[in-house]
């Protein structure tokens, strides 16, 4: 199926399409097909067994304060949490600034992709913090 090369724009739509089949896949059975986990690897290639590592682990929260913002943030392999911003798959960790922006040969780092993970299989944590600590929390990524 995946036997040509595909451009940056079409695997970014694949990868769409995707994240609907693993959303009704986890919903319905509680678990991902053989099937989409191999499209999945095919698309995020080494980032995926990192990414569902840390989806495992729950590791990823959404969190929001009371003035109605809202990030995320994923705590790394190494313990080191990171924001994200799913929106322009931002995060703050070194592997997208140096692999995403200055190389782009990754899509999204891991923790994006757990992020986008986390959400269709429905397992990220919500926290409420104050409008302070996110206050802080976004200074982080300045
Ligand atoms: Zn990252």
């Given amino acids: 199926m995946f036997c040509f090369t595909f451009t940056g724009d079409v695997i970014k739509s694949v990868g769409e399409e995707l994240w609907k089949e693993v959303e009704n896949a986890y919903t319905d059975s509680g678990k991902i097909t053989d099937e989409i986990l191999s499209a999945l690897s095919f698309v995020y290639q080494s980032s995926l067994l990192p990414a569902l590592d840390l989806v495992d682990h729950r590791n990823v929260s959404h969190m929001t304060s009371p003035s109605g913002r809202s990030i995320y943030q994923v705590i790394g392999s190494s313990g080191t949490p990171y924001t994200c911003f799913t929106t322009s798959f931002y ?52």
Wanted: net charge negative.
């Fill in 91 to 142: 995060c703050s960790c070194p592997s997208f600034r140096y692999s995403v922006l200055m190389k782009d040969d990754h899509l999204m780092c891991k923790h994006v992709l757990a992020i986008k993970l986390s959400e269709a299989m429905k397992l990220t944590k919500a926290l409420e913090i104050t409008d302070d600590e996110m206050a802080t929390l976004l200074k982080t990524i300045e």
